[in-house]
Structure formats: structure tokens, C-alpha cells
């Protein structure tokens, strides 16, 4: 038994299972990453206090918009973020110029070899303004910033999508299209 966790704690329980591990609570997700919702109430409600109202306060609150419902709120999915081979459902759109992408330090030399992949993930996240870049950049020790040339990638043929929470994806990020800056 968990016990009774805080909201904030419920969330990234919630994300750890609709993005990466939907197996710990005895769930699967489909094609489209889409999880039923009262198997997901009844999955973490037998670990920890859990329900349909706690469920709909984390996706009502989630200030990264990380969550959504289907229309009738019977099935309920992670925007991005997915380390699971699922399709989302993005749709394609057109980038601004600029993109912004925020690391650690630590992580510098390999982006400088390699550019921007997505590692575990499915796709390299990007923000469409530099702060948000820097909150993100914070969580891995001092961050660094790279300015992505969104705009060239683009007319170059880089395909790039839109999650509905507003995070641009893309599957990689060579490194002529970075600009380094400090945070």
C-alpha cells in the first residue's frame, strides 16, 4: 500500500504510468496512448487513495497541460512525453522562427556532438519562448539554452509537430541549427 499521496505526487505517478509504465498498475495503453479511465482510477485506487475527483483535479490543475480526456472523459492519455511507441495523433504545423531548447550543463558536450535527440523519449521537446527553455534547463543543474533555427529546419524539410499542451516536438535537432547560450 502507498499510502496517501499529495496531488502533486498523484501527477507524476499519473505520468510515470500514461507516458512510460502503464503496466505497473495492471493497465495497457492502446495505439493512440489512450488509457480507460476507470481502469486507471481502479489500478492506482488499490495502491494509494485514489478517484475519479483526484483524477480530475490533477488534469484540471496540471499547469503543463500534460493530461487530456477523450470528448465523453471516458479515456484519458498524456499529451507527450512517451518513452511507449504510441501514436499521439500530433498533428504537423508550422514552427516560429525560433525554438528554444533548456539543458544542463553537464549535457553540453554530447548536444554539441550529437545535436538534439530524444534519448527515451519518442521526440526532442521544444519550448516556443526562452524562459520556459530556462525553467526546464534549471531542473538539470545550470542551465543552458539553445536557440533552435525552427524556421530553416523547417525549410529544409524538418517536419515538426504541435503537442495540445503547446510543447513543439520534433524527432532530432542536428547541430547546425543551434545556438548556444548561457542561462
Do not use: C
Amino acid at each position: 500500500m502507498y499510502g496517501r499521496m499529495g496531488l502533486n505526487e498523484d501527477s507524476r505517478f499519473l505520468s510515470l504510468i500514461l507516458r512510460h509504465k502503464p503496466e505497473v498498475i495492471g493497465i495497457s495503453l492502446d495505439e493512440h496512448g489512450w488509457a480507460d479511465v476507470d481502469e486507471v482510477v481502479a489500478g492506482i485506487g488499490r495502491g494509494r487513495k485514489f478517484d475519479r475527483d483526484t483524477l480530475e483535479e490533477i488534469v484540471r490543475t496540471d499547469a503543463k497541460g500534460r493530461y487530456s480526456f477523450n470528448e465523453d472523459r471516458t479515456r484519458i492519455r498524456a499529451n507527450q512525453g512517451h518513452s511507449l511507441p504510441v501514436d499521439v495523433e500530433l498533428k504537423e504545423g508550422e514552427p516560429p522562427a525560433v525554438l528554444w531548447h533548456g539543458t544542463g550543463e553537464k549535457y553540453v558536450g554530447s548536444i554539441e556532438r550529437q545535436g538534439l535527440i530524444p534519448k527515451s523519449r519518442l521526440y526532442v521537446h521544444l519550448s516556443a519562448d526562452r524562459e520556459t527553455a530556462r525553467r526546464v534547463g534549471q531542473r538539470h543543474g545550470r542551465p543552458v539554452i539553445y536557440r533552435v533555427l525552427a524556421g530553416t529546419m523547417r525549410e529544409d524539410g524538418f517536419v515538426f509537430y504541435r503537442s495540445e499542451n503547446g510543447v513543439w516536438l520534433i524527432k532530432e535537432v542536428p547541430v547546425r541549427y543551434l545556438e548556444r547560450e548561457n542561462g
